[in-house]
């Protein structure tokens, strides 16, 4: 049974950062998708970064966004600087046990394990 829990949301100012954690359990799968997706009030959920064979960060948040993992605690981390009230959204970690190239970032439909989601508030 895959689990997902994302951690370190919160309110910060303008221009501040805020470090999200994503710890995913029950994961058997040596090829597998993970990602971070967000959704602000009224908006669609929109795709943050992926990480398959390679690892991605999507273009508009490319300079302040960026993703790292620590495999052996199963952790995916997502590092968010220079926040503006745009970044203002619900943050989720999702996952997929079809592996993904890393290369682009990957629709919502292909995953099909999520999180509960973590507040980031500007």
């Known amino acids: 049974h895959v689990q997902l829990v994302e951690s370190g949301g919160g309110s910060v100012q303008t221009g501040g950062s805020l470090r999200l954690s994503c710890v995913h359990s029950?994961?058997?799968?040596?090829?597998?998708?993970v990602g971070w997706f967000r959704q602000a009030p009224g908006k669609e959920r929109e795709g943050v970064a992926v990480?398959?064979?390679?690892?991605y960060v999507a273009v508009a948040v490319r300079d302040r966004f960026a993703v790292s993992e620590d495999k052996g605690q199963n952790l995916f981390n997502l590092r968010l600087n220079n926040l503006s009230p745009d970044d203002s959204a619900i943050y989720y970690c999702a996952a997929s046990k079809t592996a993904c190239s890393g290369h682009g970032l990957v629709p919502t439909e292909r995953f099909e394990y999520w999180g509960q989601g973590t507040q980031g508030t500007v």
């Open positions: 029950g994961w058997y799968e040596t090829s597998e998708c």
């Open positions: 990480r398959g064979v390679s690892t």
